[in-house]
């Protein structure tokens, strides 16, 4: 379950980022702003913003960072299992994994 039903979260989450970076709100005031977590909105604060494919600014979700690096390891995994260099795999796999841990999302 998501930890809101809000239709218009990235651009909350945009706005909250705007708001600590250019207008010099403390993250405490954004927090009573916007009724969030403390903890939340730091990291919508931590993320870079990046344009989505609508062309809006956005700020990505954590499980969305590690869906993407998860399907980039699926992919080159289906090239080496296809050919037959499971060694090779299984060495990406545990590289990977460990990448991902040392990301602290």
Do not use: C
């Not at 979260?9 to 709100?25: D, N, P, T």
């Amino acid at each position: 379950m998501t930890y809101t039903t809000n239709p218009h979260i990235k651009k909350v989450r945009y706005k909250a980022y705007w708001l600590v970076h250019y207008q010099s709100w403390s993250v405490r005031k954004t927090v009573r702003h916007f009724g969030y977590a403390h903890n939340t909105v730091l990291r919508w604060v931590k993320e870079k913003p990046y344009y989505n494919s609508k062309g809006e600014l956005a700020i990505p979700a954590r499980y969305l960072v590690l869906l993407g690096l998860l399907l980039g390891l699926a992919k080159k995994l289906a090239i080496l299992l296809s050919e037959k260099k499971r060694n090779l795999a299984k060495k990406i796999i545990i590289d990977q994994i460990l990448d991902i841990l040392n990301l602290n999302l």
